[in-house]
C-alpha cells in the first residue's frame, strides 16, 4: 500500500469523523506500512497511540479494506533512535473501546451536553450595560496570543449567557487558530469522565488527556463541590495547565467564594484570574434580545406582521431571564403562523398567559425607595434615615404608601426597611398620603406617575 492510498482513507476518515477530530487525532499519523495484515503508524506519544486505537482503528480498518488491502489490526508506535533496521516496539494495538470519545469543541463525537451550539457565537450575543464587561473578557481570551488573566471566570444567575459566551469563545479560538486543542465541557461530565477513568484504571490517560489541551473549559463548576475525589483532581488539572500557562474559562451560578462546600484551595485558585459578574438583564437589553430574535423569526415566517409595542410589553413583562424571554417570542411566532393572524398585544396576552403570569415581577422595597428617591431628587440615604424636614418626609410617606399598596410585606417588615421605623409609623405614613391624594392635585399627579413607573 502506498502512501497515496493511505491519504485517500484520509479524506475519507476527514468526512466521516468530523474536521476537528479528524486535526487532532487523525492528521498527526505518519503512515509506516502494512505488513502481514498490520497497518503501523507512527505516533507523537504514547497516549495518544492509545486513544486513536480505541476510538478510530475500526473507522481506519474499515476504509483499508474497503480500498482493496487487506488489513487485520492496527498497530502504533512512537520513533526513537533505534540500531539500523531495528523494528519499532508496538504501543497500542486494537484494544475494545473503553473510554469516552474527546469532548472537543465543535466535535461530532462528543458526550452529550459538550456540543456546542452554532447559534452561539459572539455575533448572535446581545451586548447591554448588565453584561459588557463580561464580553469583553470573553472577546479578549477569545483573540488567542497570551494569556492576560487565567482563570477567566463568569458568573451570573439562570440565563444570563454565562453558556452562551463559553460556546462563543469555543467557536472563535477554532476558527482563528484551529491547531488549538479546546476542550469544553461541563462539572459533571469532568466528573463521568473522572469517574470513569478510576474504574477502567485508565486514570493516567485521564490525566494526559486533560493536561494536554491550550484551552480547558469547565461549565457550571459548582457542580463538583462536596465531591472530593472530584475536586482533588480538578485541583491538580487546574494547577497543571496554569503552570504551562494554558487558558482556562470556568462558570458557575455564583462567585467562587459563594459555593458552598467547594475547598478552600479550589476557591483561591478560581479568584486568581479576573472573576466577571453577569447581571440581571435591564429593560434596554431585554428589548434588544427581542429585536435581534424578531428580526431572525420575520425571515423564518415570511408576511408574518407584528404590531408595534408588542415587543417593549414582552420586554418590560418578562424579565425573569433570557431563556424565557426568548421561548415566549418562539412560541407567539409559532402560534401566529398556525392561525394565520398578526402579533397584537392582545394575541401575545393569549398565547403567552401563563409564561405572563409567572413572570409577573416581584416588586422589592428597595426597588419603590429608589425610585421615589430619584423622582423627587433627594438621596437614598434621607429616604431612610432619621431626618424630618418636609421634603424628604412626604416622600418618604409616599414610599411607605407604595410599599404597603404594592407589595405583600408586613408593616413590621416595612419599617425595619425605612431605617427600623415601628409599624405605627408606617401606619401613619400611608393614611397620611391616603387623605391628601384626594386633595392635592399635584400629589394625585405624582403617585399615578410612580405607580406606571414601579409597575412596568
Same mark, same amino acid.
Given at each position: ?37 498490520? %497497518? ?52 497500542? /494495538? ?10 472537543? %469543541?465543535?466535535?461530532?463525537? &462528543? ?24 464580553? /469583553? ?34 467557536? &472563535? ?31 493516567? $490517560? ?5 493536561? !494536554? ?39 458557575? $451560578? ?39 430574535? %424578531? ?19 414582552? %420586554? ?28 397584537? +398585544? ?61 407589595? !405583600? ?25 391616603? &387623605? +391628601? ?8 399627579? $405624582? ?10
Amino acid at each position: 500500500m502506498t502512501h497515496e492510498a493511505w491519504g485517500k482513507v484520509r479524506e475519507t476518515l476527514a468526512k466521516r469523523i468530523g474536521k476537528n477530530n479528524f486535526t487532532s487525532w487523525i492528521e498527526p499519523l505518519r503512515w509506516a506500512g502494512l505488513t502481514n495484515g498490520v %497497518a503501523r503508524f507512527e505516533v507523537p506519544t504514547t497516549f495518544f497511540g492509545d486513544w486513536v486505537s480505541r476510538n478510530y482503528s475500526d473507522h481506519i480498518l474499515g476504509l483499508l479494506n474497503a480500498e482493496g488491502h487487506a488489513a487485520g489490526r492496527t498497530e502504533f508506535f512512537v520513533p526513537m533512535v533505534q540500531a539500523a533496521n531495528a523494528p519499532a516496539a508496538p504501543l497500542a /494495538a486494537d484494544k475494545p473501546a473503553r473510554a469516552p470519545k474527546p469532548s472537543r %469543541a465543535r466535535s461530532d463525537d &462528543e458526550l452529550p451536553g459538550a456540543t456546542l451550539d452554532t447559534r452561539f457565537t459572539f455575533d448572535s450575543f446581545v451586548v447591554g450595560k448588565p453584561n459588557e464587561l463580561a464580553h /469583553a473578557a470573553a472577546r479578549r481570551v477569545a483573540e488567542g496570543g497570551p494569556v492576560t488573566f487565567n482563570p477567566l471566570f463568569l458568573y451570573g444567575g439562570v440565563g444570563l449567557g454565562k453558556t452562551h459566551l463559553m460556546h462563543a469563545i469555543a467557536h &472563535e479560538l477554532q476558527s482563528r487558530q484551529p491547531q488549538l486543542r479546546v476542550l469544553y465541557l461541563s462539572a459533571e461530565q469532568f466528573m463521568y469522565r473522572f469517574v470513569q477513568a478510576l474504574r477502567d484504571k485508565q486514570i493516567m $490517560d485521564f490525566k494526559e488527556l486533560f493536561r !494536554s489541551v491550550d484551552v480547558l473549559m469547565v461549565d457550571d463548576v459548582q457542580f463538583i463541590a462536596g465531591k472530593d475525589s472530584t475536586q482533588e483532581e480538578f485541583f491538580h488539572t487546574f494547577n497543571a495547565l496554569i503552570d504551562q500557562n494554558k487558558q482556562i474559562v470556568i462558570s458557575a $451560578d455564583r462567585a467562587p467564594g459563594e459555593i458552598k462546600d467547594l475547598e478552600d484551595r479550589i476557591k483561591s485558585r478560581l479568584q486568581c484570574g479576573l472573576v466577571v459578574d453577569l447581571h440581571p438583564t435591564d429593560y434596554e437589553l431585554r428589548l434588544g434580545i427581542l429585536q435581534q430574535k %424578531a428580526e431572525y423569526y420575520r425571515q423564518q415566517y415570511k408576511g408574518l406582521a407584528i404590531s408595534t409595542g408588542v415587543l417593549e410589553f414582552l %420586554a418590560h413583562r418578562i424579565t425573569t431571564n433570557v431563556r424565557v424571554l426568548e421561548g415566549a417570542l418562539t412560541r407567539l411566532f409559532a402560534f401566529a403562523s398556525l392561525v394565520g393572524r398578526e402579533i397584537t +398585544l392582545e394575541l401575545a396576552q393569549d398565547c403567552l398567559a401563563d409564561i405572563l403570569r409567572a413572570s409577573d415581577r416581584k416588586l422589592t422595597i428597595e426597588e419603590i425607595q429608589r425610585k421615589v428617591a430619584e423622582h423627587y431628587n433627594i438621596r437614598l440615604s434621607d429616604m431612610i434615615g432619621p431626618k424630618r424636614l418636609r421634603n424628604i418626609a412626604r416622600p418618604r410617606q409616599v414610599a411607605m404608601y407604595f410599599s404597603k399598596q404594592l407589595t !405583600s410585606r408586613s408593616l413590621p417588615e416595612i419599617g425595619r426597611r425605612f431605617g427600623g421605623r415601628d409599624h405605627t409609623t408606617i401606619m401613619h405614613g400611608v393614611r397620611k398620603i391616603e &387623605e +391628601l391624594m384626594t386633595v392635592d392635585s399635584q400629589l394625585s399627579d $405624582d403617585l399615578q406617575l410612580l405607580r406606571r413607573q414601579l409597575q412596568t
